[in-house]
């Protein structure tokens, strides 16, 4: 007899009554809630629940993980095609077949059809919706599915688990080494670094002279740096890390810049050689644009110490790469390194300064510098005349993007027309030789030929067309001062940080710039879209009253609690946006964000499909 209750003092009321009774059978009594008893005559056992006992009446309890863990989340749902790969939590990636009925216990019901390898199939009650997700692979190659039952699923669970606690612990002993690590101590400044300082044509920004003082006295200490500087894109964070380089080239000392993309990285290439212009540094750049017959002497140079400064992508995150005597790596746009990636230069050289740039940080790099492991500088304050970008969102409309086009022509600047995926150019291509057949344009792509890319984007800079019609790539590119213009056409389908990199392309001189983000004709949006969209439009607006901004949920402010959560945020930031934050609530954390200084941002209502 299997007897269940659900608190301790049911427990002792059972056993008080069995115990007047003589014992001829097995008794377990087991603490879980039971709906109703049943009696299994093939095993003979017997189970019965106490509240059927004492015949009372059974309270559902809903579990607050499964209220957190277990939902569904309707926007998931929705992107889950027929023949979609998808992960099942317990049983790997296999291909949802759609909703079908099957019969059971006479009944039918409603289920999720799952296949597998050598037609393996997995009928999934709805209500278990949560176990699956839609699989995404990193360069949309197909995944091998396999056979129910075969265990592969198992190991390469048991793999990511061994990978991710081995990360971890790399992490820990990298964080630690550095930490009783001494590294290149600076002294004070030189004439040279006072001359180089003097020499910036623009007017420096206080947060700039702040984060500039924030990262020589980093230097003069014994530990080696670790500094994020964040700033909204085109503030000024390039010239912080100039003037960092110098201080370590005029020390004789070597300099890494990492750069997401090739395009970055030969632009940081052209800044640091214009900036250190009558200065004797010989700066190099590793990338894919590097001849074949060029690679050998540029890693000949950098282990003989005649290259002061190396600039390239993720092949500068190399341990076969040789260094005479490294001390300072620069990371630009953190957020799109990943974490073994950033990391890994630490654990090879422990005792170098790291600064990392970034306008739109990853939310672990935030953590770590909110919470002291790293230390941050702000750059708040736009650069003198900048104006603000006007961002609209707007449906595909021929008749608006066109005026929007010509008006930015007729002024003597340049557009960019960013879409998310290659074969969404032929649309584009169609739209203009219809609707603007006297525009010069060109088209870049991650697929084009290397010296083709190069040849493009150096024409587009110095004015040799109107229009570039791209992908994503231009989100880390060549600062444009004539471009003003931006579409970003079928912006449903860019993320929050794409979004914001790519918008930032504009806005770089003293004109008003434009950005459209355009969505599909008559598109049926998620509510997640909407939100990515509205909040891009109304930082747009808010930046006269706040200058850095974060976005959260309103579950994170609730699992940290109010006043925790504020206080360690309230040294950084000025502006917050709280999603899904209801009428109830607003204003009991409006009240206690405005006693630190932090204003709540809110959303617009969400744009009509």
């Known amino acids: 007899i299997n007897l269940y209750y659900t608190n301790e003092s049911q427990k002792e009321r059972l056993q008080q009554l069995l115990s007047k009774y003589k014992k001829n059978y097995e008794l377990k009594l087991i603490k879980k809630a039971l709906f109703e008893g049943f009696v299994d005559h093939d095993e003979k056992k017997i189970f019965y629940s106490d509240h059927q006992i004492f015949n009372r009446f059974h309270k559902y309890k809903i579990s607050k993980v499964y209220s957190k863990i277990k939902t569904v989340d309707i926007d998931e749902i929705n992107k889950i095609r027929v023949d979609d790969y998808v992960t099942h939590i317990d049983h790997g990636i296999g291909i949802y077949k759609g909703l079908t009925?099957?019969?059971?216990?006479?009944?039918?019901?409603?289920?999720?059809?799952?296949?597998?390898?050598?037609?393996?199939?997995?009928?999934l009650s709805i209500h278990l919706f949560h176990k699956i997700s839609k699989f995404n692979s990193k360069d949309g190659s197909k995944p091998r599915i396999?056979?129910?039952?075969?265990?592969?699923?198992?190991?390469?669970?048991?793999?990511?688990?061994?990978?991710?606690?081995?990360?971890?612990?790399?992490?820990?002993?990298?964080?630690?080494?550095?930490?009783?690590?001494?590294?290149?101590?600076?002294?004070?400044?030189?004439?040279l670094q006072n001359e180089l300082e003097a020499s910036f044509l623009f007017v420096e920004t206080e947060d700039?002279?702040?984060?500039?003082?924030?990262?020589?006295?980093?230097?003069?200490?014994?530990?080696?740096?670790?500094?994020?500087?964040?700033?909204?894109?085109?503030?000024?964070?390039?010239?912080?890390?100039?003037?960092?380089?110098?201080?370590?080239?005029?020390?004789?000392?070597?300099?890494?810049?990492?750069?997401?993309?090739?395009?970055?990285?030969?632009?940081?290439?052209?800044?640091?050689?214009?900036?250190?212009?009558?200065?004797?540094?010989?700066?190099?750049?590793?990338?894919?644009?590097?001849?074949?017959?060029?690679?050998?002497?540029?890693?000949?140079?950098?282990?003989?110490?005649?290259?002061?400064?190396?600039?390239?992508?993720?092949?500068?995150?190399?341990?076969?790469?040789k260094f005479n005597d490294l001390s300072l790596v620069i990371v630009d746009e953190e957020q799109?390194?990943?974490?073994?990636?950033?990391?890994?230069?630490?654990?090879?050289?422990?005792?170098?300064?790291?600064?990392?740039?970034?306008a739109t940080p990853i939310p672990r790099t935030l953590q770590m510098a909110f919470s002291g492991i790293r230390d941050l500088s702000l750059i708040n304050t736009p650069p003198k005349n900048r104006m603000?970008?006007?961002?609209?969102?707007?449906?595909?409309?021929?008749?608006?993007?066109?005026s929007a086009i010509i008006r930015e022509i007729n002024r003597d600047g340049q557009v960019f027309f960013v879409v998310p995926r290659i074969k969404d150019i032929r649309a584009i291509e169609e739209f203009l030789y219809n609707c603007l057949p006297d525009i010069k344009y060109m088209v870049a792509t991650g697929k084009t030929n290397n010296t083709e890319l190069e040849k493009t984007i150096s024409a587009f800079y110095y004015g040799e067309f109107d229009l570039l019609v791209s992908t994503n790539i231009?989100?880390?590119?060549?600062?444009?001062?004539?471009?003003?213009?931006?579409?970003?056409?079928?912006?449903?389908?860019?993320?929050?940080?794409?979004?914001?990199?790519?918008?930032?392309?504009?806005?770089?001189?003293?004109?008003?710039?434009?950005?459209?983000?355009?969505?599909?004709?008559?598109?049926?949006?998620?509510?997640?879209?909407?939100?990515?969209?509205?909040l891009i439009k109304e930082l747009s607006k808010s930046k006269n009253n706040t200058s850095f901004v974060i976005m959260c949920y309103l579950?994170?402010?609730?699992?940290?609690?109010?006043?925790?959560?504020?206080?360690?945020?309230?040294?950084?930031?000025?502006?917050?946006?709280?999603?899904?934050?209801?009428?109830?609530?607003?204003?009991?954390?409006?009240?206690?964000?405005?006693?630190?200084?932090?204003?709540?941002?809110?959303?617009?209502?969400?744009?009509?499909?």
């Open 208 to 321: 700039q002279i702040k984060a500039n003082k924030h990262v020589k006295f980093d230097m003069e200490s014994e530990n080696p740096m670790d500094r994020l500087i964040c700033g909204d894109v085109g503030f000024g964070k390039t010239e912080i890390a100039i003037r960092a380089a110098f201080i370590m080239v005029t020390e004789n000392r070597q300099v890494v810049l990492a750069a997401p993309t090739t395009l970055l990285a030969k632009q940081h290439t052209e800044i640091f050689k214009k900036r250190f212009d009558g200065y004797p540094i010989k700066i190099k750049m590793l990338s894919r644009l590097t001849k074949p017959k060029e690679i050998g002497q540029i890693k000949e140079d950098l282990l003989i110490g005649d290259v002061n400064i190396h600039i390239g992508t993720h092949s500068v995150i190399n341990r076969n790469l």
């Open 474 to 534: 231009v989100g880390s590119c060549l600062d444009i001062p004539r471009a003003n213009t931006i579409i970003i056409y079928k912006a449903e389908l860019f993320g929050l940080s794409q979004l914001y990199q790519i918008r930032g392309r504009v806005g770089r001189s003293n004109k008003r710039a434009f950005a459209y983000l355009v969505t599909k004709e008559k598109a049926s949006l998620t509510e997640n879209a909407k939100k990515r969209l509205n």
């Open 101 to 123: 009925k099957i019969e059971n216990n006479g009944k039918k019901q409603e289920v999720i059809k799952l296949s597998y390898g050598e037609g393996d199939v997995i009928y």
């Open 388 to 402: 603000p970008i006007e961002t609209n969102v707007i449906e595909f409309d021929q008749g608006t993007i066109r």
């Open 146 to 191: 396999y056979k129910l039952g075969s265990g592969a699923w198992d190991r390469i669970k048991s793999k990511a688990k061994t990978k991710i606690k081995e990360l971890a612990f790399d992490l820990i002993k990298a964080y630690a080494k550095r930490k009783i690590s001494k590294g290149f101590t600076y002294k004070k400044d030189s004439w």
């Open 555 to 609: 579950n994170t402010v609730r699992k940290f609690g109010v006043d925790k959560f504020i206080k360690s945020i309230k040294n950084f930031v000025d502006g917050i946006i709280i999603v899904d934050l209801p009428f109830e609530e607003e204003g009991a954390i409006k009240k206690s964000l405005s006693k630190n200084n932090i204003h709540l941002i809110k959303l617009i209502s969400p744009m009509t499909d």
């Open 336 to 358: 799109s390194f990943g974490v073994d990636q950033k990391e890994q230069l630490k654990s090879i050289f422990p005792k170098v300064h790291v600064l990392t740039l970034s």
